[in-house]
């Protein structure tokens, strides 16, 4: 039996986890997916998902968006909106690399001036931005700075010579989450943050030069800056070792609270607290803070991109911001719930924020056609820009996919398939990839991950967020 044959299809591309699939569930569950896709959905999804259905005070429905695969409690695509005075607040609803997000930067270079430079250039961008598992930032940060990025996020890079004002204009909240307190956040966080800031991380996180290969709505590209045969800059990272740690202390003071506050659980692994309660106010204020960090590294990264193009082009190469996005976060919204507008907290979770035109979180340049959505696909196929649309605010509390999901875990990976195979095969086709190891580009190859083309096409076709831009790879550096 496949896992779909548990769901009830209710309209294309919509399959309805009903609420006597297990007991408990206080709404159903709603996963976004094609019937091919569908084919390939694990039953542990189906059942994360349903789990996340039994928090007391979710909204609507437990979503899964078309890149959804098992993730630590919460499906990993996974989305869940709880009332402020009902709901809960959960670290795993958030995840581990707390704000793991994406951010596109737009160059004035044209895709074909580029790559006759292009092992060159990604040799630069790899020397400029330290990457890998335990990797170490090229400057320190010390204690009381490390407390401002906590509290100012990617303000804390700007105002200390990494980057311009337009910046923080062109991030989500500004890069600079409201609330966050760095006396929440472990010291043994702080001991992990503090090297790392100004680093890639390893494996699934890049920075990819890339080429805008086709154009699907003129006027929103338009505002967005993007053109056919532009060269863009995409950097996809998070909190490093400060985000795992926070979430990591949390887990802990969560699964206590979860028994105080006498919150059944239906998994270990979604050990949360009623969003009124003290401990809810500090893990916001620390996730916050972890949020914060990944903006401010993000933001710093970015401005190494900067210099290594222009160091390499010998003038001053201009790359603004598109657009930054955060996919593992909880945030507090207003949306609309049966006809009323209602407080809540809004967990995305490897899952992207896609507010349509008119909310006043959306930059005031991009406030006509909606918020860039910027969605990864993998080192050997597409990426797209989408815009948020009204539809995604009434069906998914204004949220889409994050990238294409995985379909073959890290350890298959290495045991199937062969690194240096695959370089040599993408290099065949003109695309040059950069990593610490083979083994880290085998557990990265594009057929690990769904195909991007059918999860944009899933969330298109439902209208949820639509398709701006097609974005393919010219150069690779992974962690
Ligand atoms: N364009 C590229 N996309 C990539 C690459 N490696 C992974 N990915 C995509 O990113 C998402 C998000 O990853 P996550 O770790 O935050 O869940 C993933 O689903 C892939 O689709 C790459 O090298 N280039
Ligand atoms: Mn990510
Ligand atoms: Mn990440």
Redesign the pocket.
């Known amino acids: 039996m496949v896992a779909a044959d548990k769901l009830k299809k209710i309209s294309e591309d919509v399959w309805e986890i009903p609420t006597d699939y297990k007991p408990g569930m206080n709404v159903p569950g709603h996963i976004f997916l094609s019937d091919r896709l569908i084919e390939g959905l694990e039953s542990g999804a189906i059942d994360q998902t349903a789990n996340v259905a039994t928090l007391p005070g979710i909204q609507r429905y437990s979503m899964a968006m078309p890149?959804v695969h098992i993730g630590y409690g919460f499906p990993?695509g996974g989305v869940a909106a709880f009332d402020t005075e009902t709901g809960v607040i959960s670290p795993g609803g958030v995840g581990f690399?707390i704000n793991?997000g994406?951010r596109l930067l737009r160059s004035e270079l044209m895709a074909d001036d580029v790559k006759p430079h292009k092992v060159d250039l990604i040799n630069a961008l790899y020397e400029a931005v330290p990457s890998g598992l335990g990797s170490e930032s090229k400057f320190r940060v010390n204690d009381a700075q490390l407390a401002e990025v906590f509290r100012t996020g990617a303000r804390w890079a700007v105002e200390n010579g990494y980057g311009v004002k337009a910046d923080l204009e062109h991030c989500e909240e500004n890069g600079e989450m409201k609330g966050a307190d760095p006396a929440k956040v472990s010291k043994k966080a702080r001991d992990r943050g503090r090297p790392q800031l100004g680093t890639l991380g390893s494996?699934?996180?890049?920075l990819?030069i890339?080429k805008v290969e086709k154009i699907y709505d003129e006027a929103v590209a338009k505002a967005f800056g993007l053109k056919e045969g532009q060269v863009t800059v995409?950097i996809?990272c998070?909190s490093r070792g400060a985000g795992h740690q926070i979430c990591t202390d949390y887990v802990k003071t969560m699964e206590q609270a979860s028994r105080k506050y006498g919150i059944k659980l239906y998994d270990r692994q979604l050990a949360c607290a009623p969003l009124s309660s003290p401990e809810a106010k500090d893990y916001f204020a620390a996730m916050a803070a972890g949020a914060n960090y990944a903006w401010a590294n993000r933001q710093i990264i970015s401005h190494w991109v900067r210099e290594a193009f222009s160091k390499y082009y010998k003038r001053d190469v201009r790359m603004d911001l598109v657009y930054d996005v955060a996919?593992?976060v909880a945030k507090f919204e207003e949306h609309e719930v049966d006809g009323v507008k209602k407080a809540l907290c809004v967990h995305r979770k490897?899952a992207t924020r896609a507010f349509a035109p008119g909310r006043s979180e959306v930059p005031v340049a991009y406030r006509d056609v909606g918020q860039p959505v910027i969605?990864?696909?993998?080192?050997g196929?597409a990426?797209y820009v989408l815009a948020g649309t009204q539809r995604g605010m009434e069906l998914t509390f204004g949220s889409t996919c994050?990238?294409?999901?995985?379909v073959m875990s890290r350890s298959a990976a290495l045991k199937d398939i062969r690194g240096n195979e695959v370089k040599r095969q993408l290099l065949e086709r003109g695309i040059v990839v950069k990593a610490p190891k083979d083994a880290a580009i085998a557990e990265?190859a594009p057929e690990v991950?769904?195909e991007?083309d059918e999860v944009i096409a899933v969330v298109d076709g439902l209208g949820i967020s639509k398709k701006v831009a097609r974005?393919v790879?010219i150069a690779?550096a992974?962690g």
């Open positions: 890149d990993i690399d793991c994406v494996g699934n996180h890049f990819e890339q995409m996809h998070g996919h593992n490897g969605i990864p696909g993998s080192m196929s990426s994050h990238g294409a999901g995985r990265e991950y769904k991007i974005l790879p690779v992974k």
